[in-house]
């Protein structure tokens, strides 16, 4: 049972474009909601995480945008550059028990000049 | 410059032989975690450790084991390597608590022949 589901699995923004990733859960015990991104030949590494309690969260290029009754949450890249070609997990965890975290499948995004 | 280092970045190893990966981490953590990626599958869960020889299953604990004997090292083991097993697999570790992200390895390529 896949627990995050993420999409799309693929993605082709123009540089200066904007990029948007969208996952949804089904676990209404995840209170915890991280991306990460992964480099060719690298492994993934925590790009912005938001709680259930705010709606928004930006970090300079990058915004999360979290709707709990949804149980949907997005990933935005504004002014998308090159740089930004990766590939991107959301993911979930609760904060109880060992809080281990649920990834999505991923989205290779790539941002041509 | 904190990491987690896994042994081997590539590895060729015999249907039916048993394959150890090591991964040690440096930032005293409490957790550890092996995941596999495969393409379109995201990353899995295998098993994770949330102390010196302590180990739970993840979601896809079956033909491998792990163990931990030291909090820095955490090894995976196929006991007899299938070509199913053909796979990237990442190692990562955390702190205990609701709001530590993971730090990934750079991964082993694993090809089973």
């Known amino acids: 049972q896949q627990q995050v589901k993420q999409s799309p699995q693929s993605l082709i923004v123009q540089k200066g474009g904007i990029s948007i990733i969208n996952c949804a859960y089904e676990n209404t015990a995840f209170d915890y909601f991280p991306w990460y991104q992964q480099f060719p030949g690298k492994g993934p590494a925590l790009l912005i995480a938001?709680?259930?309690?705010?709606s928004e969260k930006k970090e300079g290029r990058f915004t999360i945008s979290f709707n709990k009754s949804a149980k949907q949450f997005s990933l935005h890249i504004m002014d998308s550059q090159p740089g930004d070609s990766a590939t991107y997990f959301c993911a979930a965890s609760g904060t109880f028990g060992y809080q281990k975290v649920t990834f999505g499948t991923g989205t290779k995004l790539q941002v041509i000049p | 410059d904190v990491k987690v280092t896994q042994s081997s970045r590539y590895l060729v190893k015999r249907t039916g032989e048993k394959v150890f990966l090591e991964c040690v981490q440096d930032m005293d953590h409490e957790n550890m975690f092996w995941y596999r990626q495969d393409p379109g599958l995201g990353l899995r869960l295998i098993y994770f450790?949330?102390?010196?020889?302590?180990?739970e299953k993840g979601d896809i604990p079956e033909g491998y084991s792990v163990s931990r004997e030291k909090k820095e090292r955490f090894s995976l083991i196929l006991e007899s390597a299938s070509t199913n097993q053909t796979s990237m697999y990442l190692c990562a570790s955390s702190f205990r608590g609701p709001d530590y992200g993971y730090t990934f390895g750079s991964g082993t390529r694993l090809t089973v022949v």
């Open positions: 938001i709680r259930p309690d705010v």
């Open positions: 450790s949330y102390d010196v020889k302590m180990k």
